[in-house]
Nanobody, 121 residues
Framework: QVQLVESGGGLVQPGGSLRLSCAAS????????MGWYRQAPGKQRELVAT???????NYADSVKGRFTISRDNAKNTVYLQMNSLKPEDTAVYYC???????????????WGQGTQVTVSS
């Protein structure tokens, strides 16, 4: 069964750091773009950062200079290093990936279950 499993969330003080990980497992042929999204209470889910299979990155303006997305293609894993965290970064963070599966044509969009990040003193 193909799935994305996130880890690394938690409670951190303002100015602190956290590193999120998301590993894709199961029968996967290859992975196209991977990314992180977040959803705060009462708000819509928003893009945080994406990274292509070739390593090109894109960030939301609100996290530029503070967050870094990276991936390890050998491990089918994407990371989000979050520094200088602010209370407004508090949200559930979701991993997303475009997966190419064996035999089936096309790309399939998968989401992780989400991990809570809380920034508070």
């Amino acid at each position: 069964q193909v799935q994305l499993v996130e880890s690394g969330g938690g409670l951190v003080q303002p100015g602190g750091s956290l590193r999120l990980s998301c590993a894709a497992s199961g029968s996967i042929f290859s992975i196209n773009a991977m990314g992180w999204y977040r959803q705060a209470p009462g708000k819509q889910r928003e893009l945080v950062a994406t990274i292509t299979s070739g390593g090109n990155t894109n960030y939301a303006d609100s996290v530029k200079g503070r967050f870094t997305i990276s991936r390890d293609n050998a491990k089918n894993t994407v990371y989000l290093q979050m520094n200088s965290l602010k209370p407004e970064d508090t949200a559930v963070y979701y991993c997303n990936a475009g997966l190419i599966l064996p035999i089936l044509p096309g790309e399939y969009d998968y989401w992780g279950q989400g991990t809570q990040v809380t920034v508070s003193s």
